[in-house]
Nanobody
Framework: VQLQASGGGLVQAGGSLRVSCAASGRTDSINDMGWFRQAPGKEREFVATIDRSGLTTYYADSVKGRFTISRDNARNWVHLQMNSLKPEDTAVYYC??????????????????WGQGTLVTVSS
């Protein structure tokens, strides 16, 4: 499975941005997909996850109510719509996928595949 993230860029605080991730290869083996982010000098942290059906999602408290994760299984895409962006949201955003479903897939180590990351910069 290969993951290709896109859609990052520069946005002002309070603005919106959507990042997307295209999956290719053995996508039928993928269950949960998620987004993580890593700011300079910090560890990679969980942002959001979505199950295979697209009906169950889970968010980090820091983005809840502002970010929305969605999934298009027909086209093998997962999106992260980010609204009301804050400077502290600045980071490289990574999409990830895993074979095994978990209720709250927040741990980096549980994901089997990673995209290359896309930079999101929020200016104040």
């Amino acid at each position: 499975v290969q993951l290709q993230a896109s859609g990052g860029g520069l946005v002002q605080a309070g603005g919106s941005l959507r990042v997307s991730c295209a999956a290719s290869g053995r996508t039928d083996s993928i269950n949960d997909m998620g987004w993580f982010r890593q700011a300079p000098g910090k560890e990679r942290e969980f942002v959001a996850t979505i199950d295979r059906s697209g009906l169950t999602t889970y968010y980090a408290d820091s983005v809840k109510g502002r970010f929305t994760i969605s999934r298009d299984n027909a086209r093998n895409w997962v999106h992260l719509q980010m609204n009301s962006l804050k400077p502290e949201d600045t980071a490289v955003y990574y999409c990830a996928a895993k074979h095994i479903h978990t209720v709250m897939g927040v741990r980096v180590s549980t994901y089997d595949y990673w995209g290359q990351g896309t930079l999101v910069t929020v200016s104040s």
